[in-house]
Structures are given as C-alpha cells and as structure tokens.
Nanobody, 122 residues
Framework: QVQLVESGGGLVQAGGSLKLSCVAS????????MGWFRQAPGKDREFVAV??????YYADSVKGRFTISRDNAKNTVALQMNSLEPEDTAVYYC?????????????????WGQGTQVTVSS
C-alpha cells in the first residue's frame, strides 16, 4: 500500500505562483508514474501532468505554466504552478500508477492523496 500526502495549496492572486508537493510512502516510488489531477466544484476530475521514466507531459490548459518534477531519493513529486488563473481553482490530487507507463486517465491510477485546495482570486 502506498500513501500519498499533498501540501502547498492555498489562496493566491491571478498571475501568482504556488508549488505543490506530494510525499509518498513505500520503496517502489521510483518505478511509479506520478500524476497530478484536479477537480473543481461541479466538474469532473481533470488531468494536469504526469511524470514517469519514459515520459513527461501536460494538459494543454497548463502547458507552459506548470512544471512537474520528482525526486526519487526523497519519494516526492512536485508541481510548480506559475501564471495562475482563476480557472485553475480546484482541489489538486497527487496519484501513483504502478504500471509506470504514465497516463492521463484517472482510472489508470492506483493510489491517491487526499487533495489540497488551490484558490486563485481575480
């Protein structure tokens, strides 16, 4: 079993930046694909970014503004978010995919964190 704990959410003005972090338990972290998803009120869960040994890619809505990174020695994955927009307001979730392929489909992920709220004011 893998536990994921996110941190770093908060309230920020449009145009500002936040950095989310996710710490994972377990020894197999380096083999997992790690993704970030978000869910706004009344909307479906949405893919944001994924990083694995073979790929890194982003949703078109965040490309050029967000950067995903990982530190396998520390079992962490981060999401640097710049030029934030009110449309980025959501609960952000960290997720782990044991297949390590790297998917944009939330159903492919095996483990999820509890989420952290990001609110961008206009």
């Amino acid at each position: 079993q893998v536990q994921l704990v996110e941190s770093g959410g908060g309230l920020v003005q449009a145009g500002g930046s936040l950095k989310l972090s996710c710490v994972a338990s377990g020894r197999a972290f380096s083999t997992y694909a790690m993704g970030w998803f978000r869910q706004a009120p009344g909307k479906d869960r949405e893919f944001v970014a994924v990083i694995s040994w073979r790929t890194t890619y982003y949703a078109d809505s965040v490309k050029g503004r967000f950067t995903i990174s990982r530190d396998n020695a520390k079992n962490t994955v981060a999401l640097q978010m710049n030029s934030l927009e009110p449309e980025d307001t959501a609960v952000y979730y960290c997720a782990a995919d044991r297949t390590s392929y790297g998917s944009s489909a939330w159903r492919d992920y095996d483990y999820w964190g509890q989420g952290t709220q990001v609110t961008v004011s206009s």
